[in-house]
């Protein structure tokens, strides 16, 4: 116990005061193919490239790595539907306690009124959100997201980074993992249909995965998360403007966002996709891959919430694209335990 908590002491010394180093940026800001992490004459679904799972060949990579990683043969059948589904499951992957713990820290922040937390907030207008503190926020409104709650919540980390998420993440980023954009939601979300490509912006853009963990049993009409089952690698990318991988506001026509996020649905259903319902037990986790087609169904029931902790991570040799507008100071990688680090824009 002791050794426990000396080691956690040390590990926070060292993430207060020796932040990890940062990686290289690359300078492709999502728009090229990425290159480096490339096994020459890999085949990809997408034109961007992609983890290994991302690779027309991957189910025989499977097979190879499983025979040589005994990490990687535990995970064989979850790797195998994650590479065929573009989804995961990973049952009661997080601790009750852990999750009561995050929620009653929450409680504090909203209470305390000087909370530093930030909350996303829906607006009318070509950026529809903006950013306002805590105290001015309704978080319990649908499309309110509290953003990065693992950069201010001590409690938060354990979660994200649960021994079950962590290893998973492990064998399909074959490198250690960073959590860099997360968002704590109390309803259901209502957002569209969409690929977090889109949006969640790396210079390796294919190489992201989302976590969705219930904070709570989620109840049928909440607004539950849906998906297309395979719809990850079944649909030809969207190229705004022609050639990037990522939506930017400033850049690429309304008409054509709305475009990629009609056109998910059509291609999905052209295809016979299956839309699934997410209706987990408090403490399951979906990890999502970065194209799989997503969102947050119509709430039918108001009165019940939707609690729920997304997050978005990396390889952490990728460099999220919100670092090339943070000054240097804020360009920073904190290690939360090996192997386990985290990066935000916000604080
Ligand atoms: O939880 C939801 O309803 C959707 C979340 C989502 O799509 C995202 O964070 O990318």
């Known amino acids: 116990m002791y050794r426990l908590l000396r080691w956690r002491m040390k590990n926070l010394f060292k993430s207060l005061f020796f932040p990890a180093p940062k990686p290289q940026a690359s300078a492709s800001g999502g728009s090229g193919r990425p290159k480096a992490r490339e096994e020459a004459g890999a085949e990809f679904y997408s034109d961007f490239g992609g983890l290994w799972i991302d690779r027309r ?20 059948p979850q790797i195998e539907q994650f590479i065929r589904d573009g989804y995961v499951v990973l049952e009661q992957a997080v601790s009750h306690e852990l999750i009561d713990a995050y929620t009653a820290e929450l409680q504090r922040h909203i209470a305390s009124g000087i ?10 207008g070509p950026q529809d959100k903006s950013v306002v503190s805590l105290a001015d926020a309704d978080v319990k409104a ?5 953003l990065d709650t693992y950069a201010c919540m001590p409690s938060a980390l ?6 079950a998420v962590h290893k998973f993440l492990r064998a399909v980023f074959e490198e250690e993992v960073l959590a860099f954009q997360g968002l704590h939601f109390e309803r259901g979300s209502t957002q569209a249909i969409h690929q977090d490509t889109a949006y ?21 009409g909440s607004g539950e998360l849906i998906y297309y089952v395979g719809s990850h690698h079944a649909l030809a990318d969207w190229k705004y403007s022609g050639r990037f991988k990522h ?5 690429d026509p ?6 990629h996020l009609n056109s998910l649905v059509e291609r999905s259903e052209a295809q016979g996709l299956e839309l699934a319902h997410f ?26 919430t939707r609690r729920s902790l997304v997050t978005h991570f990396s390889p952490q040799s990728a460099t999220p694209n919100y670092f090339r507008y943070l000054p240097k100071d804020k360009q920073v990688y904190r290690t939360y335990q090996p192997g386990c680090h985290t990066a935000t824009m916000y604080y």
Do not use: T
């Open 142 to 146: 649908p499309l309110s997201k509290i």
């Open 158 to 163: 354990p979660m994200v980074f649960n021994e």
């Open 279 to 304: 209706l987990p037990k408090k403490g399951d986790v979906l990890i999502w891959s970065a194209d799989l087609a997503h969102g947050g169904s119509q709430i039918l029931n108001p009165d019940v």
């Open 115 to 124: 909370s530093p937390l930030q909350v996303s907030v829906p607006v009318q």
């Open 200 to 220: 969640v912006v790396a210079d390796r853009p294919l190489e992201i995965c989302a976590s969705w963990l219930a904070l709570e049993d989620i109840q049928p």
């Open 57 to 76: 060949d991957a189910l025989a990579v499977l097979d190879r790595k499983a025979a040589e990683d005994p990490d990687v043969a535990v995970l064989r």
């Open 247 to 251: 939506y930017n506001h400033e850049r």
């Open 254 to 259: 309304h008409a054509e966002h709305m475009g």
